[in-house]
């Protein structure tokens, strides 16, 4: 399940933001690297980074609940832009869901 790309006006009317522009991969919109939550392996586990700072590959998701769920679903897609696996080798699950989805519905509750 995929939600419809949110337009930005700024790219939307041909326009530029200001510093890097990231792409959610839970909808395939492209926004000023502010404006999304960023993602990375740390630890062996999927972590929200909240500062942007931890090492390594990381994955970018819009602030709305749909594309964080999306994101989640999308184990695949998510393994390929990490380049790391999802899971362990006894096939267990390395994104702790309950967790992530706290601490990603405390974020966007804060910036509404």
């Known amino acids: ?3 419809p790309p949110p337009t930005s006006p700024e790219l939307h009317q041909g326009g530029t933001v200001a510093g890097p522009v990231r792409t959610c991969l839970g909808c395939g919109a492209k926004l000023g690297k502010e404006a999304l939550v960023r993602f990375a392996m740390a ?3 999927l972590m929200i980074d909240e500062r942007a700072r931890q090492p390594g590959r990381g994955v970018y998701c819009c602030r709305k609940m ?6 989640l679903k999308q184990r695949k897609k998510l393994a390929w832009a990490l380049r790391c696996q999802v899971r362990d080798r006894k096939g267990y699950d390395l994104v702790d869901r309950l967790g992530l989805e706290a601490l990603f519905c405390r974020m966007i509750s804060v910036d509404s």
């Open 43 to 45: 630890s062996g586990e």
């Open 66 to 71: 749909s594309c964080f769920e999306g994101l």
């Open 1 to 3: 399940m995929s939600c």
